[in-house]
């Protein structure tokens, strides 16, 4: 049973610019979770994905998007970055029918300069 | 004020230290899940309690859902349960999404 998996794990980009983070979920799992995590802070929600479509959204502007793929792969794109997006963005895999039952790649570290 | 408060902040034992980490929350819940992050980044879930008490090896997580509060107990603590402690919560109803507090950074001393 393969975990959840993120690539890249650290990544440098210029204010302004655009990033695509990826996540494969772990075998089994068809709903992928993605959470922002400022420096000493607890990770934000940002949205979810199952069935290829968005489900819930947290407070974050529409310049986060993301994907999910039919293999229940995800991905997380921002554009027009800011400053302030740096920070480790996590995705979370699960069960849509059992939520609690989740595992967490190990993230991806995202400096904007 | 945010929905799940965790104290204290940062939390330095000795080797072999009784270590208990709280956590508060504001909203009804499902879930309540305990988890520990390493200066890595990744997460790994320790506990879920929708109530009672639960208990693995040295790590003991308590729930009080009419106080809205719930407790981390580490027992006989030891230089590798370094981490940061978060307590994260389940939104009742079909959320499924969870609200996580700050973290509570422990260092264990040998």
């Known amino acids: 049973e393969t975990g959840v998996t993120q690539s890249p794990t650290h990544l440098i980009k210029t204010r302004g610019q655009q990033v695509t983070l990826r996540c494969s979920s772990q075998s089994g799992h068809n709903t992928v979770s993605w959470y922002q995590q400022a420096l000493g802070q607890g990770p934000q929600f940002i949205f979810q994905?199952?069935?290829?479509?968005?489900?819930g959204r947290g407070n974050f502007p529409p310049r986060f998007s993301g994907l999910q793929f039919p293999n229940y792969s995800s991905e997380l794109n921002v554009n027009a970055l800011e400053l302030d997006d740096s920070a480790l963005y996590l995705c979370?895999?699960?069960?849509?029918?059992?939520?609690?039952?989740?595992?967490f790649g190990s993230g991806t570290r995202l400096t904007v300069v | 004020k945010n929905e799940v408060e965790q104290s204290p902040q940062n939390l330095t034992a000795q080797e072999g230290e009784f270590i208990t980490i709280n956590c508060s929350y504001s909203v009804g819940i499902s879930a309540l899940h305990w988890l520990q992050q390493h200066p890595g980044g990744g997460i790994v879930s320790l506990f879920m309690l929708s109530s009672g008490k639960k208990k693995h090896g040295r790590l003991i997580a308590t729930i009080n859902i009419q106080e809205k509060h719930s407790s981390l107990h580490i027992t006989a603590s030891h230089p590798r349960d370094s981490a940061v402690y978060i307590c994260?919560?389940?939104?009742?109803?079909?959320?499924?999404?969870?609200?996580f507090g700050s973290g509570t950074q422990l260092t264990v001393l040998p």
């Open positions: 994905y199952y069935r290829e479509e968005e489900n």
């Open positions: 994260a919560v389940r939104s009742g109803g079909s959320a499924r999404q969870l609200t």
């Open positions: 979370a895999s699960s069960l849509w029918t059992d939520f609690d039952r989740y595992t």
